[in-house]
């Protein structure tokens, strides 16, 4: 059965990394040789397919393929930039339960300064302005 997730990290040198399963659980291992597509394919956030398997460590995926094309490193794309083509373009429209999670990690590893109280103030103020621009599925 397919399973789906997002990469949480892969690294093209040593050609392996994880997926953190969606609905939570154990992260998963991935291999390149598992990798249905190009691995640069295969970046932080990039939502993904795959099968489960038990290995010698625990979980391993294999039949790993993206959902989505990932944005460019420089950012999505504008609707100046996007031309006739923005109905190629495809983009995630996340609950805001996973947006408050994708905020919080994100200010984990971005700013690891910020105490509990901080983050949940950052992140209580930006999913309320994504909440009123429609940036999140309520």
């Not at 295969?42 to 393929?65: D, I, S």
């Not at 994100?106 to 910020?114: V, Y």
Request: a negative charge; hydrophobic letters at 40%; one cysteine or more.
């Amino acid at each position: 059965m397919a399973r789906s997730g997002r990469i949480l990290r892969f690294d093209d040198v040593r050609g392996y990394g994880f997926i953190a399963p969606d609905g939570g659980g154990e992260d998963v291992f991935v291999h390149a040789n598992d990798l249905l597509e190009d691995k640069s394919l295969f970046t932080p956030g990039t939502h993904v397919t795959f099968e489960v398997t038990e290995g010698e460590r625990g979980l391993k995926a294999f039949a790993v393929q993206t959902v989505a094309r990932p944005f460019p490193a420089t950012g999505p794309a504008t609707s100046s930039t996007r031309g006739h083509d923005a109905d190629d373009d495809v983009c995630d429209v996340l609950s805001v339960a996973e947006f408050s999670q994708e905020i919080t990690e994100a200010l984990l590893a971005g700013a690891s300064t910020l105490t509990g109280q901080q983050i949940l103030q950052v992140r209580r103020t930006v999913t309320e302005l994504a909440v009123k621009h429609g940036w999140v599925e309520t």
